[in-house]
């Protein structure tokens, strides 16, 4: 289930950086990479803490309502983990001299990692991630160009498709996408142990009784027994890796537009339920009343929290 699983789009992708020469940037002179990590330093953030919502700047990936998650990193080189394992008692008798310097993996030219969670369009995923890069362009347009401005090839990039097509031709498979929304165990159908049993099994018998009623000689049957036998456990491979393939359902009410609700009716009902403590009982059922027709709970665009903060503010309170 790489890339699409849960009703959400896991993105990866490496951009590669020209770092070639030097450039001028707000008046400085400084190297291409450089510039990429001074753009992704000053980018603002999400509103995610006290000081962030003292400045007031909003991540620009706030204005596109299908992310749930973005990151960009710059990668200069991989990791060094160390020698690569061997055993010792080999060493010992190869006399390997463990001081001996191994190859290590290096790079190029540094990229940017980009990692993007957002919702589908479609359960499938069809149109995706096209249809999200053509989205982010319309709405983010100037941010992406500073972003992304030494990348080799994206001088190139003149609209959304262009850039849609930059982007998913630097793209990675996900191979461990991460969703944590589902509150309760999904609904996943199982193939039939007795299904499983049954295709080899067949496989090997089969031949074994043609050979008993006396329709093909024994060796025949022994060697079609194994061959059916092997090629049955190759189904059953088949028909469990494609299983496996199928991403998990959508976890109910799990887009940003049901989550962002979800997170205004929390904080909400916390502030109603404070205001009730002294309250006579009796005045409770209209003042819940007046509560749902303020809060309009079944109508996820509005009254919401906006995207990228950390709470919201209630009706008066300043922001």
Do not use: C
């Given at each position: 289930m790489p890339n699409v699983d849960v009703n959400t789009y896991f993105f990866t992708g490496v951009v590669p950086v020209c770092n070639e020469g030097i450039v001028e940037h707000d008046g400085i002179k400084s190297?291409?990479?450089?510039?990429?990590?001074?753009?992704?330093?000053?980018?603002?953030?999400?509103?995610?803490?006290?000081?962030?919502e003292a400045i007031g700047l909003n991540s620009p990936f706030s204005r596109n309502l299908r992310t749930h998650f973005a990151r960009l990193v710059v990668l200069d080189q991989p990791n060094f983990n160390g020698r690569a394992h061997s055993n010792a008692l080999v060493n010992a008798i190869m006399n390997t001299?463990?001081?001996?310097?191994?190859?290590v993996d290096q790079i190029t030219c540094p990229y940017i990692l980009v990692m993007l969670d957002f919702d589908l369009l479609e359960p499938d995923g069809a149109g995706d991630p096209r249809s999200?890069?053509?989205?982010?362009?319309?709405?983010?347009?100037?941010?992406?160009?500073?972003?992304?401005?030494y990348c080799y090839g994206?001088?190139?990039?003149?609209?959304a498709a262009g850039f849609a097509s930059y982007m998913t031709g630097c793209q990675v498979e996900t191979t461990m996408p991460f969703h944590d929304y589902w509150w309760e165990p999904p609904k996943l159908t199982a193939i039939s142990t007795t299904t499983l049993i049954a295709i080899p099994a067949a496989g090997l018998l089969l031949p074994l009784i043609a050979a008993i009623i006396g329709w093909i000689g024994w060796a025949w049957a022994i060697a079609l027994a194994v061959l059916l036998l092997?090629?049955?456990?190759?189904?059953?491979?088949?028909?469990?890796m494609r299983k496996g393939a199928r991403p998990f359902p959508a976890a109910p009410g799990t887009t940003l537009p049901h989550v962002l609700k979800s997170l205004y009716l929390q904080q909400a009902f916390s502030r109603f339920a404070i205001e009730q403590q002294h309250?006579?009982?009796?005045?409770?059922?209209?003042?819940?009343?007046?509560?749902?027709?303020?809060?309009?709970?079944?109508?996820?665009?509005?009254?919401?929290?906006?995207a990228g903060v950390i709470r919201s503010h209630a009706p008066g309170e300043a922001a």
């Open positions: 190297s291409p990479v450089h510039v990429v990590r001074e753009v992704l330093e000053t980018l603002p953030t999400a509103l995610q803490s006290r000081p962030t001299n463990l001081l001996q310097g191994q190859p999200y890069f053509e989205e982010l362009w319309g709405q983010m347009e100037a941010e992406l160009k500073s972003i992304f401005q994206f001088d190139k990039v003149s609209d092997i090629l049955g456990l190759l189904v059953d491979y088949r028909m469990i309250r006579d009982p009796a005045e409770w059922g209209q003042a819940f009343r007046t509560f749902l027709e303020q809060t309009r709970p079944a109508d996820v665009e509005f009254p919401t929290q906006p």
